[in-house]
């Protein structure tokens, strides 16, 4: 075998293990509230490809994120949890859960629109939740 092809073999075999080393890392580092927020992104993404009129199929999605939310409220964003112990701290975990509560609302509201096939009010909740997406991710991520 002559070096040139033994190097290229070698080099492509590290990139393998590069890329499956950074792969299972993106998983670990995958809190248990980051994975159910890509539950929640992924939901609500899906209304972008489901039929304007298929409301059934809308209030499924945001059901389905809906009750991701739900899930995640159980956890803490990393970002307070690193916090210092103390009032600033409390404070940000309070109002984290108040994010948290708002965004359930909203996705709440934004089923029942779907269901009662309101396309206004399917545009203003979903401004609601971008809004309080943003909000959230300005707060309590380092996105």
Not at 90 to 110: H, K, P, Q, V
Request: aromatic residues 6%; proline residues 1%.
């Amino acid at each position: 075998m002559n070096i040139k092809k033994v190097r290229l073999f070698l080099g492509a075999l590290a990139l393998g293990f590069i890329g499956t080393a950074s792969a299972i890392a993106a998983d670990e580092e995958d809190t248990p509230m980051t994975k159910e927020m890509k539950e929640i992104s992924s939901s609500l993404k899906s209304l972008r490809k489901i039929d304007k009129s298929d409301y059934a199929a809308g209030a499924a999605a945001v059901r389905k994120a809906h009750e991701a939310t739900l899930r995640s409220m159980a956890y803490s964003p990393a970002l307070v949890k690193e916090m210092a112990d103390g009032a600033e701290k409390e404070i940000a975990l309070a109002d984290s859960r108040r994010l948290m509560g708002l965004t359930y609302a909203a996705l709440c509201e934004l089923e029942v629109a779907y269901l009662k096939k309101d396309d206004k009010l399917i545009g203003e909740l979903a401004q609601k939740w971008k809004d309080l997406k943003k909000e959230g991710h300005k707060a309590y991520t380092d996105d």
